[in-house]
Structures are given as structure tokens and as C-alpha cells.
């Protein structure tokens, strides 16, 4: 059965520090890694998508890697401010034909000033 | 990024009532579009993949009788929940994929709060 876990389930810390999310994956066949930030009673955001080759991928603060040999992802948050207050969710997609995704329950982050 | 739009943003009704969702691609065409269900505190949940022009395809569990899809147009979906009951109340987001890219994206709409007194 594919599936994402999270760690951890929440994070508090304080604003400016940073922070390392934690994703590992049992999906197959892989065909990419998705990390989403989403907003309480908003739609999820895209941050980053990496495929199989890729192994580190930056949008602004937010910097996302990828073993796709022991399955596991980061996502690392620097300098966080209030704003990044939010549920964090990786998300793997699997190439069988038409393609499925699989979600992580998420980690929720609190930052506090 | 491309731009999904979900209308109503929030809906209450009445037991026995339906009510319908609309989810458009603003700025590009999807030939599939996705509905989730997300309850409190939990991770997004598929319910189908919509089609555009054919019939959607429902996860299983999903009432399709209940949760009638229809993918009229290349960028407009909806969902009609059909006599909706209190444990239907939900937050319930599309997504429409954008296959111009290399890895296909899912955009998601900002999501439909659903309460039923």
C-alpha cells in the first residue's frame, strides 16, 4: 500500500530560527515528490516538485531534498517569519497510467514572534 | 503559477438539500480535473478524477449517486452533493492538472466549506 508519513505532526518555534520538516515515502512505482504549504481553510500551494534525478530544489526560503534511494524528503525552512505559519504537506505522485497522488497528513508549524 | 477558482467559498444548506460546487481553471485548459474531501486536522482524501467529457471515475467508498460530477468544459467541473446530510459537512477542494509542463502540476482551488444543519 503507498504511503507518505510526516514527522513531526507539529512544530512550534520561534520566529527568524529555522526549521526541518521530515517526509519518507513507500510508493511505486515514484515518479515525483511534492511538497505543498497550505493555509487553515485554504487550498494547498505548491512549493516544490522534484522528480527521481533531482535532489534539491529552492523556492525563495524554503529549500526541499530528495534520497530517492532510502525514499525520504526535507523540507527546510529558513529564517521563518509569522507568515509561514501553516500545514506543511509532501505529497508523492505515482506513474500507474493515469497519475495518482499520495498525501502525508501533514506537519503542522506554528511560528511564534 | 496557474489560478483555480472554487465557487462557493463556503455553503451551508439544509438536510435533504443539494447543493453544487464549481471549480474553473482561470488561466489554462484541464483535461482532468480532481475533488478531495478534507476533514479537520486530517489529510486531503481523493473522492474522483473528472474527465473532461466523460464520466468521472470514483475512489472507492465514494457514493457516485451522491456525489454527481459533471466536466462539461475544459475548465469548469463541478460537484453537486445530492441530498446532503450533517456528516457530509466538509471542507471539499478541486484541482485541476496542467500538463504543459514536464511533471504534470495540480493546482488547487482555495476550497469549499460545506455545512449541513
Known amino acids: 500500500k503507498n504511503q507518505v508519513e510526516q514527522s513531526p505532526q507539529s512544530l512550534i518555534i520561534l520566529e527568524g530560527k529555522n526549521c526541518t520538516l521530515q517526509?519518507?515515502?513507500?510508493?511505486?512505482?515514484?515518479?515525483?515528490l511534492r511538497w505543498y504549504k497550505q493555509d487553515t481553510g485554504r487550498g494547498p500551494v505548491s512549493l516544490t516538485i522534484?522528480?527521481?534525478?533531482?535532489n534539491t530544489k529552492s523556492n525563495g526560503r524554503y529549500t526541499a531534498t530528495l534520497d530517492a534511494d532510502t525514499k525520504q524528503s526535507s523540507l527546510h525552512i529558513t529564517a521563518s517569519q509569522l507568515s509561514d505559519s501553516a500545514s506543511y504537506i509532501c505529497?508523492?505522485?505515482?506513474?500507474?497510467?493515469?497519475?495518482?497522488?499520495?498525501f502525508g497528513t501533514g506537519t503542522r508549524l506554528t511560528i511564534i514572534p | 503559477g496557474a489560478v483555480v477558482s472554487q465557487h462557493p467559498s463556503w455553503v451551508i444548506c439544509k438536510s435533504g438539500t443539494s447543493v453544487k460546487i464549481e471549480c474553473r481553471s482561470l488561466d489554462f485548459q484541464a483535461t482532468t480535473m480532481f475533488w478531495y474531501r478534507q476533514f479537520p486536522k486530517q489529510s486531503l482524501m481523493l473522492m474522483a478524477t473528472?474527465?473532461?467529457?466523460?464520466?468521472?471515475?470514483?475512489e472507492q467508498g465514494v457514493e457516485k449517486d451522491k456525489f454527481l460530477i459533471n466536466h462539461a468544459s475544459l475548465t469548469l467541473s463541478t460537484l453537486t452533493v445530492t441530498s446532503a446530510h450533517p456528516e457530509d459537512s466538509s471542507f471539499y477542494i478541486c484541482s485541476a492538472r496542467d500538463v504543459r509542463g514536464t511533471v504534470h502540476e495540480q493546482y488547487f482551488g482555495p476550497g469549499t466549506r460545506l455545512t449541513v444543519t
Open positions: 517526509c519518507n515515502y513507500t510508493v511505486s512505482p515514484f515518479s515525483n
Open positions: 522534484m522528480t527521481f534525478s533531482e
Open positions: 505529497v508523492v505522485g505515482s506513474n500507474f497510467g493515469n497519475e495518482k497522488l499520495t
Open positions: 473528472s474527465n473532461e467529457g466523460s464520466k468521472a471515475t470514483y
